[in-house]
């Protein structure tokens, strides 16, 4: 079996974020494997190991993101990917790195690509399904349940805390939803291994892109940070009074009644 | 002069930082209580590849040298310390005997299993009479044909209770002194080994320690390990290698009490103000830090210095010692911090300060530390 996984480096979700200029700061901030995307690698080490193959893991942006695909090698994949977009473009979104990402799969006969269900950066949740339409294959998002007979692949997907069984055909893309499985460490022999496992750096030229051909189609108008929570009101006086203001609170400041 | 951690030991660092403080942090208060390590921690640390943490990558190990595994006993130190002494004493004393003096059938026979946590590894040397006094054994092992008959006994044998191979040292010439002494590969099941009852301990739940006990047990010669006569060198050589990852785990211990007592003292309102505002208090941060960065840099230059093959004796018993001083002085500091809550058992600094305790006593005294080093002193400078 011929798997991908597409994984993208995002903030450790522990991070404070700082806005400057309005732009999120970087500087010193910890990144991490987008924790979406460690089911997705989870999933696919597992489906190899019971299934043969081979697991490659697939990530666009700059040098930095060498770390997250080390990682992803130690947790077990056999091989890694760089898409180097650095030089070539200042922005990506949606667009640009869906229409990258199936360039680099069109001929790798791939019989299953993996996901996270979104980045928690972006949160868009965008890039796995425009890779499959790029591709002309199948896709199902937010899966929390993958078994594999054959071609066919039983699935179960989370629909709004709500759970949806269904059945599709290799070839096939997958986005994986929390609860799929509980990604491994990355062990310490596994870490030694990894140092030796090929990590493979490309760039647009590989490709055969024109850089105008992935310009970002969207813009970033403004960034900035939600408003301050304020401390709540109490209301004081006689309770039918209060009862009374809370009414007309809820009617005229909050616009809830 | 590089004082940076290699990228792939930092690799190996962040991930045993995440799995001590998501996995086995969050159950230390279980280990505590019931005085055992929960087996979903033992299980998950085998996945983790850590018990083959000395044994090298052709026996399935994880193949680092003694900086990489004062890093990964840095972070270990960071969690209970019965938890990192199960870990800690077979991968320290436990198995380096095998690794460093074993021969290539001992080799492949036991590390390999030993690496994956099937096999657990002790240590046994201590006898009731031969303490400090390590050349004072009892224990004999007489030669019978194509083995060994052993006798006698040895106490607070960690790991003694779960252990599947001890490394022991016994007397097989009792005119030739510390020479007649020869180190044996004794697995449990020889015919005359039995374990003692567990221990009641002061600290280290979760880590048991036992008697054990040799009548007529019959050990192959194969499994004598190195040469006759040479047991004493080899428990020498096996303490001294494990004593800088004792002062690493110390090290991990310190720092976590370190942050500790700063995010206490920030939030311990006295007097209307933190008491971290206190200019005492302040004092008693500083000179834990001062402490635990000279802790820091002695650890890893010796463990620096076991990785150029450098003589590492007097070295070794100074890390060793100023460990478990700089581990006590700190405990202290962090329960007089703490206050009240520091003595509470349901906060984890009570349980730190028990456990800095043994380590100015095991795998050689403090005082036995200092012996060795003006020993030292005086062939450096007379």
Same mark, same amino acid.
């Given at each position: 079996m011929n798997i991908f996984v597409l994984v993208k480096r995002t903030f450790d979700t522990e991070e404070k974020i700082v806005v400057t200029g309005g732009a999120i700061q970087e500087d010193g901030a910890e990144f991490i494997i987008n924790p979406y995307d460690e089911y997705a690698i989870e999933e696919a080490i597992q489906v190899r190991d019971a299934q043969g193959g081979e697991v490659t893991v697939v990530t666009l942006g700059g040098e930095d993101a060498e770390k997250q695909l080390r990682t992803a090698l130690a947790m077990g994949a056999d091989k890694a990917v760089l898409i180097n977009t650095e030089d070539d473009l200042d922005e990506l979104d949606q667009f640009s790195a869906a229409y990258i990402l199936a360039e680099y799969l069109k001929d790798k006969e791939a019989d299953l690509i993996l996901g996270g269900n979104v980045a928690i950066d972006g949160g868009s949740g965008q890039v796995g399904p425009r890779v499959a339409e790029l591709l002309g294959i199948n896709y199902v998002t937010t899966i929390t349940k993958l078994e594999i007979d054959g071609k066919t692949v039983k699935i179960v997907r989370d629909v709004e805390g709500d759970s949806e069984v269904l059945e599709a055909e290799l070839p096939l893309l997958v986005t994986a939803q *929390?609860?799929?499985n509980e990604p491994r460490y990355p062990s310490l022999p596994g870490i030694m291994k990894a140092k030796k496992k090929p990590l493979e750096e490309l760039e647009l030229d590989d490709l055969d892109?024109?850089?105008?051909?992935?310009?970002?189609?969207?813009?970033?108008v403004e960034i900035y940070l939600p408003a301050q929570k304020v401390a709540g009101r109490v209301l004081e006086g006689?309770?039918?009074? *209060?009862?009374?203001?809370?009414?007309s609170l809820l009617h005229s400041e909050a616009k809830v009644v | 002069m590089d004082f940076k951690l290699p990228e792939d030991i930092e690799f190996l660092k962040q991930s045993i930082r995440d799995f001590v403080d998501n996995e086995v942090d969050p159950l230390a208060m279980e280990i505590e209580e019931k005085d055992e390590i929960p087996e979903k921690i033992m299980n998950m640390s085998m996945e983790m590849g850590l018990f083959g943490l000395s044994i090298p990558e052709e026996y399935g190990g994880?193949?680092?040298?003694?900086?990489?595994?004062?890093?990964i006993y840095e972070e270990l130190g960071r969690t209970h310390n019965g938890y990192t002494t199960v870990i800690g004493a077979h991968t320290g004393i436990g198995s380096v005997?095998?690794?460093e003096m074993g021969n290539s059938e001992q080799k492949k026979k036991y590390l390999p299993p030993m690496a994956r946590g099937e096999m657990i590894g002790a240590f046994a040397l201590t006898e009731p009479s031969a303490g400090s006094h390590a050349t004072n054994l009892k224990t004999t092992a007489v030669r019978k044909g194509d083995k060994y008959i052993l006798n006698g006994s040895k106490h607070y044998i960690t790991n003694a209770p779960i252990a599947d191979i001890f490394t022991v040292m016994a007397v097989t010439d009792p005119s030739k002194g510390a020479k007649g002494i020869t180190?044996?590969?004794?697995?449990?099941?020889?015919?005359?080994?039995?374990?003692?009852?567990?221990e009641k301990k002061m600290g280290l739940h979760g880590s048991h320690s036992a008697e054990i006990f040799f009548e007529d047990c019959e050990v192959p010669v194969e499994?004598?390990?190195?040469?006759?006569g040479q047991g004493y060198v080899n428990a020498l050589k096996i303490l001294a290698n494990g004593r800088a990852g004792l002062a690493a785990r110390n090290l991990g211990s310190c720092d976590k009490l370190l942050e500790m007592s700063i995010q206490h003292a920030n939030t311990r309102i006295q007097f209307g103000k933190p008491i971290f505002e206190q200019q005492i208090i302040q004092h008693y941060l500083a000179d834990m830090a001062l402490d635990i960065e000279a802790l820091r840099s002695m650890t890893y230059r010796v463990a620096w210095m076991v990785d150029q093959e450098m003589k590492v004796i007097k070295e070794a018993a100074m890390v060793k010692l100023l460990g478990s001083e700089v581990y006590n002085r700190v405990a202290d500091k962090a329960v007089q911090i703490h206050g009240g809550i520091g003595y509470i058992a349901e906060y984890p600094v009570e349980r730190f300060y028990r456990d800095a305790r043994i380590t100015k006593i095991y795998e050689g005294t403090s005082e036995i530390q200092k012996n060795i080093i003006a020993a030292q002193l005086k062939h450096e400078y007379l």
């Amino acid at each position: 079996m011929n798997i991908f996984v597409l994984v993208k480096r995002t903030f450790d979700t522990e991070e404070k974020i700082v806005v400057t200029g309005g732009a999120i700061q970087e500087d010193g901030a910890e990144f991490i494997i987008n924790p979406y995307d460690e089911y997705a690698i989870e999933e696919a080490i597992q489906v190899r190991d019971a299934q043969g193959g081979e697991v490659t893991v697939v990530t666009l942006g700059g040098e930095d993101a060498e770390k997250q695909l080390r990682t992803a090698l130690a947790m077990g994949a056999d091989k890694a990917v760089l898409i180097n977009t650095e030089d070539d473009l200042d922005e990506l979104d949606q667009f640009s790195a869906a229409y990258i990402l199936a360039e680099y799969l069109k001929d790798k006969e791939a019989d299953l690509i993996l996901g996270g269900n979104v980045a928690i950066d972006g949160g868009s949740g965008q890039v796995g399904p425009r890779v499959a339409e790029l591709l002309g294959i199948n896709y199902v998002t937010t899966i929390t349940k993958l078994e594999i007979d054959g071609k066919t692949v039983k699935i179960v997907r989370d629909v709004e805390g709500d759970s949806e069984v269904l059945e599709a055909e290799l070839p096939l893309l997958v986005t994986a939803q *929390q609860g799929l499985n509980e990604p491994r460490y990355p062990s310490l022999p596994g870490i030694m291994k990894a140092k030796k496992k090929p990590l493979e750096e490309l760039e647009l030229d590989d490709l055969d892109i024109d850089e105008d051909d992935v310009k970002a189609k969207t813009t970033t108008v403004e960034i900035y940070l939600p408003a301050q929570k304020v401390a709540g009101r109490v209301l004081e006086g006689d309770l039918s009074d *209060q009862v009374k203001e809370l009414v007309s609170l809820l009617h005229s400041e909050a616009k809830v009644v | 002069m590089d004082f940076k951690l290699p990228e792939d030991i930092e690799f190996l660092k962040q991930s045993i930082r995440d799995f001590v403080d998501n996995e086995v942090d969050p159950l230390a208060m279980e280990i505590e209580e019931k005085d055992e390590i929960p087996e979903k921690i033992m299980n998950m640390s085998m996945e983790m590849g850590l018990f083959g943490l000395s044994i090298p990558e052709e026996y399935g190990g994880v193949g680092i040298g003694m900086v990489g595994k004062c890093a990964i006993y840095e972070e270990l130190g960071r969690t209970h310390n019965g938890y990192t002494t199960v870990i800690g004493a077979h991968t320290g004393i436990g198995s380096v005997g095998i690794v460093e003096m074993g021969n290539s059938e001992q080799k492949k026979k036991y590390l390999p299993p030993m690496a994956r946590g099937e096999m657990i590894g002790a240590f046994a040397l201590t006898e009731p009479s031969a303490g400090s006094h390590a050349t004072n054994l009892k224990t004999t092992a007489v030669r019978k044909g194509d083995k060994y008959i052993l006798n006698g006994s040895k106490h607070y044998i960690t790991n003694a209770p779960i252990a599947d191979i001890f490394t022991v040292m016994a007397v097989t010439d009792p005119s030739k002194g510390a020479k007649g002494i020869t180190s044996f590969i004794v697995e449990k099941d020889f015919p005359g080994f039995t374990v003692g009852k567990k221990e009641k301990k002061m600290g280290l739940h979760g880590s048991h320690s036992a008697e054990i006990f040799f009548e007529d047990c019959e050990v192959p010669v194969e499994n004598v390990l190195g040469q006759e006569g040479q047991g004493y060198v080899n428990a020498l050589k096996i303490l001294a290698n494990g004593r800088a990852g004792l002062a690493a785990r110390n090290l991990g211990s310190c720092d976590k009490l370190l942050e500790m007592s700063i995010q206490h003292a920030n939030t311990r309102i006295q007097f209307g103000k933190p008491i971290f505002e206190q200019q005492i208090i302040q004092h008693y941060l500083a000179d834990m830090a001062l402490d635990i960065e000279a802790l820091r840099s002695m650890t890893y230059r010796v463990a620096w210095m076991v990785d150029q093959e450098m003589k590492v004796i007097k070295e070794a018993a100074m890390v060793k010692l100023l460990g478990s001083e700089v581990y006590n002085r700190v405990a202290d500091k962090a329960v007089q911090i703490h206050g009240g809550i520091g003595y509470i058992a349901e906060y984890p600094v009570e349980r730190f300060y028990r456990d800095a305790r043994i380590t100015k006593i095991y795998e050689g005294t403090s005082e036995i530390q200092k012996n060795i080093i003006a020993a030292q002193l005086k062939h450096e400078y007379l």
